[in-house]
């Protein structure tokens, strides 16, 4: 006996096997996704005041790019919508077009990733110095004469880590200053000043990387998460543009609902980062 | 075409042939398989495996908890020899040997033991049987779950042979205990740990999608929502529970992970201070948040633990009382109130931790309204037996005696149920005592009745009754014996935690020594019950070459449509599509021919 429903939909449900697999998948990524955001509201709420020196607040806010944190949302949306049309096509017995559409879907996904790269490298290099004095203040580092790199983890500094080098001094280059929201004062008192830093003055020092904040922590662990399932997403919709479009020839009717399950899923990741946007940039 | 055997397909252009493929090799028959019965078996074998290897984990543990700091006889030279001289050092059980013990002995039995043998193995083989389907909706995802379990459990022993020894912070794993590493040697046994739980995480997500989808989709024609057996529901239900509690624990491993690896502080709150010395630690974190996202998955998961035990002593005792079930559809009903309020009593694990009053009430509330509907199951295979004439087997004599034994632990459950009295309670024995009788005469019982009960289905021959019934009244003794003394030890006040059985404990507070005395008992009646595994590890091999031959595809003459295949069901499972004519438990219907009506007859 063969397995019943593979693409044909069942009368009394009227779904066949994949979509009813992908829509329990998708439930379950709901509850995954769901405790991380939970998590975040429960740190958030509980995080005791005055712990990020930057900003007067518990928590740090304004740190993250929203400009490029926007143009990444219309990127995944815009991939959203071609993957709909992708599908479309198909129904509408155009292969040609949909293989466009499919590709432009991809191409939006490494670009978000590619962006989403750019925003960690900057975080990476990005520090949060606490001097002797009690002050505090925030910028990218320069040691050496040389910006951190994300990829080389021997670039990421401490204060122990410059004493043993036995550097003396680092270039802070300030970031503008902000007020009690967070956002930037739009006539600061250091704008792009860039300060040298005697590192006998630092008490503590941490770039904006997990072990530093649980905001970042938080951060991190969302969007890499999220960037792992893009970067799922992708590859498997690549497949399907390419090499696992064969089947249009084979089996029309079950491609379709390949396209469809896959579609659904990466409406998922889409409504992830619809969730993850306001709640990490903006809020 | 998605077909449930790719090699099955050698020429692709005859699609109306489904069996006509050539002898498959070894690797793709009994490795590789994508045969959900096969696969049934691969979960069950390993389960088995596994549930014997956290059953002597134990046996040793008791040995220490009786006779602290004594040498392990026999054993201890082997633990020397394996585990090296700074971890068991003259086969002594140390302090954290017993805690890596701990945790693993509850990792295993839960994860790697009970719940793989009742979804994987029982929920694999028999599931699609009972509702007519040719495979699972999605067999290469269910060969993918197994191979992720197997994967999960391959890291998991492999954490005793890190540096330091396997995970240490018990099976919940409570942070910060959890969280403070060693920074040299950051892959630890925790974080074996966490990365066998991720796969064993995956294997569950892949295994509940399969499961539901299913049951969803591929019930035969007649199969109705209400004509499916209790044992589809209670693996329906439990699909849900697995589905939707994992993922949260599967964020919180992520989490700890990260605490552990990139010293991040999701789990450690500022100031925290190890052996005099303060963390570097950026702090800010919250240990609450993890005992949220542990029970959130802990609890659900206890019923995971239960539900497919009732769907399997239900088709026990329905096939062997004769008679109708009594109640199935307040059963129906009842799993999956079940289902739904298990998501809402999580916080009852932790009212030690100093939560408001409002919130207590709250989740004793909800804690009392779940134990209704599992009351009314219980009591209505209670009733069922009213009037039947019961065949006592050895199937059937587990399956009866899972009724009183659940019972027990069922009823020492409700005084953890309660704030007041579970403050009391909660870190003493009787914790362990209550657990141990809901899992191990509970779902343990069960796990043996189906056994017994499916055995001849699955090799064609029967277990022997003689030997079965020895396991069955030996299992029953010894059980008792271990547990319940835990009970009154509980009682009386006798820390869970401690390695030395509690010596230092009622040294110190003048306890009762007398209470001491009975993890001897406890001890020798492990022992016993080790003893009384045995004539079943015989039986079991045996009778898959020697035993009673299955006089006809339905020996039991059970009416559920898994006894309407060839014994053992090929490929495809049905000669002829099944059609399910009728209830799932017509037994002795007046005027029927004989004294059962399957499901699958049309007469």
């Given amino acids: 006996m063969e397995i019943p429903y593979t693409y044909k939909a069942r009368p009394d449900t009227g779904l066949y096997n994949a979509k009813v697999g992908i829509w329990l998948f998708l439930a379950s990524e709901i509850m995954l996704f769901g405790a991380l955001f939970s998590a975040y509201i429960l740190l958030r709420v509980s995080a005791p005041v005055g712990f990020w020196p930057d900003v007067g607040l518990a928590w740090p806010r304004g740190l993250l790019n929203i400009p490029i944190g926007t143009f990444n949302t219309a990127v995944l949306i815009t991939s959203s919508v071609t993957v709909v049309l992708a599908w479309a096509s198909l129904k509408m017995n155009n292969f040609a077009r949909f293989r466009v559409y499919m590709v432009i879907t991809v191409l939006c996904a490494f670009a978000f990733l590619g962006i989403k790269s750019f925003e960690y490298n900057d975080k990476f290099s990005h520090y949060v110095i606490r001097l002797q004095d009690g002050k505090a203040l925030t910028g990218h580092i320069e040691v050496d004469g040389k910006h951190p790199r994300f990829w080389n983890f021997s670039d990421q500094w401490s204060v122990a880590k410059l004493a043993t080098q036995k550097v003396t001094k680092i270039k802070v280059e300030m970031d503008p200053e902000r007020d009690m929201n967070g956002h930037v004062k739009a006539h600061g008192s250091h704008d792009h000043e860039v300060r040298e830093v005697a590192v006998s003055d630092i008490a503590f020092m941490g770039s904006y990387t997990p072990a530093t904040h649980p905001f970042f922590a938080v951060y991190f662990l969302i969007t890499a998460l999220h960037g792992l399932h893009v970067l799922g997403g992708a590859l498997v919709l690549g497949y399907f543009a390419f090499p696992g479009a064969k089947m249009w020839k084979s089996n029309p009717e079950q491609f379709i609902n390949r396209i469809e399950v896959g579609g659904l899923f990466w409406h998922f990741v889409d409504l992830v980062w619809i969730f993850l946007f306001p709640v990490v940039y903006l809020l | ?603």
């Fill in chain 2, 1 to 603: 075409m998605q077909s449930t055997a790719p090699h099955a397909h050698t020429s692709a252009t005859d699609s109306s042939h489904g069996h006509a493929h050539h002898e498959p090799g070894f690797f793709s028959k009994y490795i590789f398989s994508t045969d959900h019965k096969v696969i049934g078996i691969q979960y069950g074998v390993s389960a088995l495996l596994f549930l014997l290897f956290g059953f002597l984990l134990m046996l040793v543990m008791r040995y220490q908890l009786a006779n602290p700091g004594k040498a392990v006889p026999l054993v201890g030279p082997l633990l020397e020899y394996v585990l090296g001289q700074d971890v068991a050092k003259g086969g002594v059980v140390g302090g954290d040997l017993y805690n890596s013990f701990g945790a693993m002995h509850g990792t295993i039995m839960v994860f790697l033991a009970i719940v793989p043998v009742l979804f994987g193995a029982f929920g694999n083989y028999v599931t699609p049987l009972q509702i007519g389907a040719p495979d699972m909706a999605f067999p290469r995802l269910n060969m993918a779950s197994f191979h992720a379990y197997f994967l999960g459990g391959v890291v998991m022993i492999a954490s005793f042979f890190t540096p330091g020894g396997s995970a240490r912070s018990g099976w919940t794993s409570y942070s910060p205990l959890a969280s403070i590493t060693d920074p040299t040697n950051l892959f630890d046994g925790q974080t074996y740990w966490l990365m066998g739980m991720v796969l064993l995480i995956t294997s569950s997500l892949l295994g509940s999608v399969n499961f539901i989808a299913t049951i969803i989709q591929l019930r035969c024609r007649g199969m109705s929502w209400m004509r499916m057996p209790f044992f589809v529901w209670a693996q329906f239900v439990t699909g849900f529970l697995l589905l939707l509690a994992f993922p949260p624990l599967e964020a919180a491993g992520l989490m700890q992970l990260m605490d552990n690896l990139f010293g991040s502080s999701f789990f450690l709150p500022q100031g925290l201070v190890v052996s005099g010395t303060p963390l570097q630690v950026s702090g800010g974190g919250s240990p609450l948040l993890w005992q949220h996202l542990f029970w959130f998955l802990g609890h659900p998961e206890v019923y995971v633990l239960i539900l497919p035990a009732f769907g399997i002593v239900t088709e026990v005792i329905s096939n062997n009382i004769r008679k109708p079930l009594w109640g199935y559809k307040s059963m129906v009903y009842s799993v999956m109130s079940i289902g739904f309020l298990s998501f809402i009593v999580w916080a009852h694990h932790m009212y030690l931790t100093g939560m408001g009053t409002k919130v207590a009430t709250f989740f004793q509330t909800t804690t009392m309204m779940i134990s209704i509907p599992s009351v009314i199951i219980l009591t209505a295979l209670f009733i069922s037996l009213w009037g039947g004439s019961i065949r006592f087997n050895s199937a059937s004599l587990f399956a009866l005696s899972f009724l009183p034994m659940f019972g027990i632990g069922g009823l020492t459950g409700l005084p953890l149920g309660f704030n007041a009295s579970d403050i009391f309670l909660h870190d003493s024995y009787y914790v362990i005592g209550h657990f141990h009788y809901v899992v191990a005469p509970g779902t343990m019982f069960a796990v043996f009745a189906g056994i017994y009960y499916w055995f001849p289905k699955i090799t064609g021959r029967h277990m022997n009754e003689l030997l079965g019934k020895l396991h069955w009244a030996g299992s029953l003794f010894f059980m008792n014996c271990v547990f319940a003394p835990m009970f009154i030890q509980g009682f009386k006040g006798m820390s869970r935690r401690m390695s030395d059985g509690g010596t230092t404990y009622f040294g110190g507070l003048g306890g009762d020594p007398g209470v001491l005395k009975l993890n001897n008992m406890i001890f020798w009646s492990a022992i016993g019950l080790g003893i009384c595994q045995i004539p079943f590890i015989i039986n079991f091999f045996s009778s898959i070459f020697m035993g009673k031959r299955a006089t006809s595809d339905n020996p039991w003459q059970a009416t559920t449509l898994e006894w309407s295949t060839p014994t053992p069901p090929p490929h495809g499972n049905f000669l002829q599509e099944p059609v399910a004519y009728r209830g799932p438990y017509e037994y002795s219907v007046p005027g029927a021919k004989s004294d059962f009506s399957p499901q699958g007859d049309k007469n």
